[in-house]
């Protein structure tokens, strides 16, 4: 299976959107929230490469991006090849 993590605040209408479409294609995955806790915020900021908005996803620890990149690695079939690397 592979290991999704989305680092996401409590308002963000862009984190609803990516977990939405996850969740269309059945996918499970891992809620992080820097808004409750800033070990994560500064975790997810090293990760993405200082990146500052919500969402940051990542892919069997390959980063993705955001909801935008999301939606682009989805169409463009990057993020089928990044779910088989658990496979």
């Known amino acids: 299976m592979s290991k999704i ?6 308002v963000c209408p ?6 939405n479409l996850l969740k269309a294609k059945g996918l ?11 070990a ?8 993405s490469g200082g990146r500052r908005t919500v969402p940051q996803i990542f892919v069997n620890d390959q980063h993705v ?10 169409r463009s079939g990057k993020l089928t090849q990044l779910l088989e690397l658990s496979a």
């Open 40 to 47: 994560q915020r500064d975790a997810m900021l090293t990760r």
């Open 5 to 10: 993590e989305v680092y996401s605040t409590a």
């Open 14 to 19: 862009y984190c609803v959107s990516a977990k």
């Open 28 to 38: 499970e995955w891992t809620e992080v929230r820097i808004d409750t806790d800033p």
């Open 65 to 74: 991006g955001g909801f935008d990149d999301l939606v682009a690695a989805d």
